[in-house]
């Protein structure tokens, strides 16, 4: 029988970071692949921050947060924003959004939140987030995946066919 973690490993996401402004002005961050929507009316959404984080915590007093939704082509900002400690946003264009949270450049949409409530998870926390404001920046570009602990994309068939899908959807 596969452990727990190779298991859930098969459940193909896409990949965000979470973004905050700590209290002493400076920008956070983390990678998560836990994002998910929760409820459309009130508009809720959650990611799941492992206790051992040392950025959740500060998005947690900043108590407002951005979803920024990666793009097949930001693997090494996801990757910068996957380790501890460091300067994770040197070099890296962002502004500010509504909620003063930092929107980073080339993500393929933002969602950004107040924090609603923080749930018990075991080993993580569930933070969910009422939606505050959203931006959709590269609507028609390929998503980032994340796969049994390795990076990948959509084919591109599929992608054409979810774009036409898009398309007739805006059309009707
Ligand atoms: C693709 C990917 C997805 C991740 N998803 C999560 C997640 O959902 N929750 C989490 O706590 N950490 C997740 N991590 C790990 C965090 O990004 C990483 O532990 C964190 O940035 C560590 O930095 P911190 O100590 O500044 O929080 C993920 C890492 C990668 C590469």
Redesign the pocket.
Known sequence: MPDLKSALSSFCTG?AVVTARGSDGHPVG?????FSSVSLDPPLVC????RT????PRIRAAGAFAVNILAEDQREL?RR????GGDKFAGVPWRAGGNGAPLLDGVLATVECALEGVLDGGD?VIALGRVTGLTAHRPAEPPLL?FRRAYGRLPSSSMSESMAAARSRSEA
């Open positions: 990949v983390m990678a998560v692949q836990s990611f799941c921050p492992a984080s040392t950025t959740w996801c924003f996957a380790v501890t993580h994340y």
